[in-house]
């Protein structure tokens, strides 16, 4: 049976649930507040080539050919702001693929879908398009938050219907 997630719901899952349970990986909790707080894609956080530190803020050139993103330095974790000044592989060299391990072992269910796909970590940016979607951000403002230049993908994803399977 699918249960569909209000925003609520996924606030209750990814805090009370997830945020609050022991972690194999301590660092994990940085990498996670960085996707949540950038609505970053899952492997973005560990190409640090891809990011720059200026005065106005830190620069994300995202994958898929987006536009760059513009990121309050504040937001980011200080072991991603530190590797990407010092361009060294972020969180103590934890690999995007032990993070993504952590997370499935960590939350074995429910398993977050969106027409009928995991999402496993993508589900800090669903989440954040959702956010900025009910904080009153525009379509134009999210769009330009998460740098796309395809228009159409801010309702994919403040839309979604997000669900897991339950037994």
């Not at 022991?22 to 994990?28: A, D, H, N, Q, R």
């Not at 960085?34 to 995202?62: H, M, N, Q, S, Y």
């Not at 693929?97 to 997370?103: A, E």
């Amino acid at each position: 049976m699918q249960v569909s997630l209000s925003l609520e719901g996924f606030t209750k899952l990814l805090f009370q649930d997830w945020f609050t349970k022991p972690l194999y990986y301590e660092i994990t909790k940085s990498y996670y507040n960085d996707l949540l707080v950038t609505g970053c894609r899952p492997t973005e956080p560990f190409l640090t080539d891809r990011w720059a530190i200026t005065k106005k803020g830190v620069i994300l050139i995202p994958l898929k050919g987006n536009n760059p993103r513009l990121i309050k330095e504040n937001l980011i974790s200080k072991s991603l702001y530190d590797s990407i000044a010092e361009k060294k592989v972020p969180y103590c060299g934890v690999s995007i693929n032990q993070m993504r391990l952590q997370f499935n072992r960590q939350f074995p269910t429910p398993k977050l879908h969106v027409r009928n796909k995991p999402i496993d970590l993508y589900a800090f940016r669903y989440y954040k398009a959702k956010a900025l979607l009910q904080a009153g951000s525009t379509h134009n403002e999210i769009q330009s938050h998460f740098g796309w230049t395809n228009s159409s993908l801010v309702q994919v994803y403040t839309s979604a219907n997000i669900y897991y399977i339950k037994a």
